[in-house]
């Protein structure tokens, strides 16, 4: 075979092979920006919000000590703890649970443990705020009133997000509906959306004392509770196909 012929056939093989097509990063980038973006796409996001009135309250109780030594102190906290819960076991309407519980030492102006100070805590709760007012009044004998948190009950948070979801709903496909026919489109379908619960905004703690709500010196006065309202909202988000 010549030089000639040997080219002319490896020539005519290479025009014979297929060809890769290799793509930059700016032209694969260019390509799935094209892809991506279909035309006739709007995003949207629509909220719907509710004030609940708050169906649940929290009343936490304290006792402070100082002692000379921690066990001394731990034996005297613990006898206040059992006592407050075993003056609230058995008030229907209302649980009781030990709250936060600390000691620390007290230094001099040397640095040395001159004492030692102690806090426990027996938290209130209940959906009866006459039950729980009253309990509370009869255990400042044995403890402090702390402060006092109401909030919204799952089951009474789950009743309104359920109620505002379908409100918010159809508010995202009002303005679906009406944005479609703004932009000269007879209709849209819906390509994804998400609904989110924020959950309920709690009511900030009200700190009270026992002279505040009103207890007589045997600690037989209920205080006053009145509770306020929570804001449940539900956001609706995604994008629709205007056709």
């Known amino acids: 075979m010549t030089k000639t012929t040997a080219r002319a056939l490896a020539l005519a093989l290479a025009c014979t092979m297929p060809v890769a097509l290799t793509l930059t990063p700016a032209m694969a980038r260019a390509q799935g920006v094209m892809q991506s973006q279909p035309s006739g796409v709007l995003s949207l996001n629509?909220?719907?919000?509710?004030?609940?009135?708050q169906d649940v309250v929290n009343i936490t109780m304290f006792y402070e000590q100082e002692a000379s030594?921690?066990?001394?102190?731990?034996?005297?906290?613990?006898?206040?703890?059992d006592s407050a819960l075993q003056k609230a076991r058995g008030v229907a309407g209302?649980?009781?649970r030990t709250g936060s519980y600390s000691i620390f030492p007290s230094t001099d102006r040397d640095g040395r443990i001159s004492a030692w100070r102690g806090r426990t805590e027996v938290v209130l709760e209940s959906r009866d705020f006459?039950?729980?007012?009253?309990?509370?009044?009869?255990?400042?004998?044995?403890?402090?009133?702390?402060?006092?948190?109401?909030?919204?009950?799952?089951?009474?948070q789950r009743a309104a997000e359920q109620k505002i979801t379908g409100e918010a709903i159809r508010s995202f496909r009002d303005?679906?509906?009406?944005?479609a026919q703004a932009f000269g489109f007879s209709g849209y379908s819906i390509?994804?959306?998400?609904?989110?619960?924020?959950?309920?905004?709690?009511r900030p703690m009200m700190m009270m004392s026992a002279r505040a709500m009103g207890a007589d010196a045997k600690g037989m006065a209920p205080m006053s509770l009145e509770a306020g309202t929570s804001t449940v909202t539900v956001n609706v988000s995604g994008s629709v196909q205007m056709k």
């Open 69 to 81: 030594d921690p066990s001394t102190l731990t034996a005297t906290l613990n006898q206040r703890a």
């Open 175 to 179: 303005q679906a509906a009406s944005s």
């Open 191 to 202: 390509r994804e959306v998400n609904v989110n619960h924020s959950g309920a905004m709690p």
């Open 130 to 156: 006459g039950a729980a007012s009253k309990l509370a009044g009869q255990m400042t004998s044995i403890m402090q009133v702390g402060n006092v948190q109401f909030s919204l009950s799952p089951e009474a």
């Open 94 to 96: 209302v649980t009781a």
């Open 46 to 53: 629509t909220q719907s919000s509710a004030e609940v009135p």
